[in-house]
């Protein structure tokens, strides 16, 4: 119903920010990633709703970015994840870092984040399998032969073209390819 609020920050107080537009004041919702992007009272600010209508409420949830809101709705689908959950999801991890644990199934991360228990950890790792991040289905851009050389010895080890990618996008462009299988080895391992 609401997908895009543009004004003005009229207070903040985390997780809500206000945003005045033309007179009307939006309460909305934030990840702290998106709260500590927004600037200072007064600037000018659009973000990205998500709205959420329940019985006793109706919630405005903001983001700065595409992908942030599309991790959102697909965190809410999961059967136990509310929006709260998923707030608080983004506010403990990037989407980037979500995808990569998802991608190296590390619920160790999902737990760290407060409201996360082990149960609820291992089926986000099982309901998103596939399904973050824009590049995860992409294919992979090698920049050099190193690169190519690197992404082939991360497969033939027994790791996926997903995970051997993440891990690649981690490295520095000019890496030789030994040093190359480190770093991505030390990467995947965590």
Do not use: C, W
């Not at 003005?8 to 985390?14: F, H």
């Not at 033309?22 to 600037?39: A, I, K, R």
């Not at 970015?65 to 959102?72: G, Y």
């Not at 992404?151 to 033939?156: E, P």
Request: glycine share 10%; no cysteine.
């Amino acid at each position: 119903m609401i997908g895009r609020l543009t004004g003005v920050i009229a207070e903040k107080s985390p997780p809500l920010v206000l945003i005045d537009v033309q007179g009307v004041g939006y309460e909305v919702d934030v990840p702290m990633s998106t709260f500590y992007n927004l600037g200072n009272l007064g600037d000018k600010v659009s973000l990205l709703t998500h709205f959420v209508v329940r019985e006793d409420a109706q919630i405005l949830f903001g983001f700065l970015s595409q992908e942030e809101r599309a991790t959102f709705r697909q965190l809410i689908k999961i059967s136990g994840v509310g929006p709260r959950m998923a707030l608080s999801l983004l506010s403990g991890l990037s989407v980037a870092e979500l995808a990569q644990a998802v991608a190296q199934q590390q619920s160790a991360r999902l737990v760290k984040v407060p409201g996360i228990g082990k149960k609820t950890a291992e089926r986000l790792l099982l309901e998103l399998k596939g399904k973050l991040g824009p590049d995860l289905g992409a294919p992979v851009s090698i920049a050099n032969d190193n690169q190519g050389d690197i992404l082939q010895a991360l497969v033939a080890l027994g790791y996926s073209e997903k995970e051997a990618a993440l891990a690649l996008k981690a490295l520095p462009p000019d890496v030789g390819v030994s040093e190359g299988i480190k770093l991505a080895l030390k990467a995947l391992s965590r």
